[in-house]
């Protein structure tokens, strides 16, 4: 996400911060680059305009000139107004004192509100809510079968009303079987179009009418750039709503909607998208984001997907093992398992600080290969029981049969024992010169 754009401005910080000194030539240049930077990454031309009026106004400021560090002190003017853009802070769902509360989701057909409804019905869930999804999508071909299918898999009950039945009705009963069933929560997925019509503005709103939702959001789609930040912007007129889920983040590399849809509408992004899996949706930090889009790292996102993942008394054994110099295969594969929990590989890395320009562009082209994750896993399960506690035992012929029983190379197995054996010395000298880890959590490789 944001990729593109992260790559121009960390190119344009790079020339700011090579030098001592700057004059308002260098600003104005610095200034044109950025405009340019964010027009390309589809931000709204009149959010940009605005934007880079406030930087180059703070950047021209004494605080700057006299600085003895001004290309770092700019940096952190993009920061505050990167920040401010997108809403300041983050914006949590507001529950009233009744039950059950009711959140209404709203959007255009194909921007994911039915996949966004179950992936916030599982969040909820997680926070000790019991939730019931209602589906009041009656127009979509398959999208209450969809609904149901999410549903089963996350074991979270749907209510649907007969065929025939009015969208309004449908959400009513629903409301009804949530307080029959003891459900403190209801999400109301309702029906979008194509494009922006009348109809669908007026149902939306005769819903809203009839269950008074404590929360109404919209679901945009990244990928829609300017597009999505005008339906929002008519649905802001008509419906209202109290914030935006952002779908698809991740597979955007310019980011222009998540940038401009604050701005534009006046309501705040509460949570974004991120994978395709029915738990990759994440409250919306924009500080946080900011901070990765120039490339400062993200990480308190990073420590807490490792707590929400990773077992306590586990790390505490492997640090035991670790310390006795009992570090196995075996548990090299857990902890191999416990990161890819935490999500790609590639979302992973571009959290950790440090990641300039240049190192997230050798990353984008390098495609980190999650399918080696897989040979890796593959490699150790053909391996006998008595070989991952004691890989000593492998040799040629043993090298040999692992190969082929993983489906890999003799290249591939000795080069993972090399690593494994790296990592093992690697991790022991750490826990005897700081006594306990540091750093990230569930990370030792």
């Known amino acids: 996400m944001f990729e593109n754009l992260s790559q121009r401005l960390q190119g344009v910080f790079g020339k700011l911060t090579g030098r001592g000194r700057l004059n308002e030539a260098d600003i104005d240049a ?34 700057v000139m006299k600085s003895l560090t001004p290309g770092q002190t700019v940096v952190k003017i993009v920061l505050d107004e990167l920040t401010g853009l997108m809403g300041g802070g983050e914006s949590k769902l ?26 916030l019905a ?17 127009y979509r071909p398959a999208a209450i079968e969809q609904l149901q299918a999410l549903g089963r898999e996350l074991d979270i009950p749907v209510f649907r009303g007969e065929d025939g039945t009015d969208p309004v009705d449908i959400a009513k009963a629903g409301l009804k079987a949530a307080v029959a069933d003891m459900r403190d929560v209801v999400l109301v997925d309702t029906a979008g179009r194509l494009h922006i019509d009348e109809e669908m503005m007026a149902e939306a709103a005769r819903i809203r009418d009839a269950v008074r939702p404590d929360q109404v959001l919209m679901v ?4 829609t750039g300017q597009d999505a930040v005008t339906a929002a912007s008519a649905f802001a007129e008509r419906v209202d709503f109290d914030g935006v889920i952002v779908t698809k983040l991740d597979g955007d590399a310019r980011g222009g909607a998540a940038l401009s849809v604050r701005a534009v509408t006046g309501k705040p992004i509460k949570f974004v998208g991120v994978g395709e ?32 993942t990773i077992d306590a008394e586990d790390q505490a054994a492997l640090e035991a093992q670790l310390r006795s110099g009992d570090f196995t295969l075996d548990d090299f594969l857990s902890q191999l398992a416990q990161v890819r929990k935490m999500g790609s590989l590639k979302d992973i890395l571009g ?95």
Request: with cysteine; glycine share 8%; hydrophobic share 45%.
């Open 277 to 308: 899996k029915l738990d990759a949706l994440e409250p919306f930090f924009p500080e946080r984001m900011a901070q990765r889009i120039l490339g400062m790292g993200d990480v308190v996102s990073l420590i807490e997907k490792a707590q929400e």
């Open 94 to 119: 507001v529950f009233s004192g009744r039950i059950p509360n009711v959140v209404m989701l709203v959007g255009l057909q194909g921007s994911g509100k039915t996949t966004a409804t179950a992936k």
């Open 220 to 223: 945009i789609d990244a990928m």
């Open 30 to 63: 610095a200034m044109r680059e950025i405009r340019v930077a964010l027009l390309e990454a589809d931000v709204n031309f009149q959010v940009v305009k605005e934007f880079v009026a406030r930087v180059k106004e703070r950047s021209l400021g004494s605080d």
């Open 351 to 445: 959290m950790v600080p440090g990641m300039g320009a240049a190192q997230r562009a050798q990353l984008a082209d390098a495609e980190v290969d999650e399918k080696a994750l897989d040979r890796t896993q593959a490699i150790i399960l053909s391996m006998s029981a008595a070989e991952r506690r004691r890989p000593t035992l492998i040799n040629g012929r043993r090298r040999a049969r692992v190969a082929a029983g993983s489906g890999t190379s003799v290249q591939e197995v000795n080069r993972l024992l090399d690593q494994f054996t790296q990592t093992r010395k690697l991790m022991k000298q750490m826990t005897k010169s700081k006594g306990r880890f540091k750093g990230v959590p569930g990370m030792p490789f």
């Open 122 to 138: 599982s969040m909820l869930r997680k926070q000790g809510r019991r939730p019931l999804m209602v589906a009041c999508d009656v």
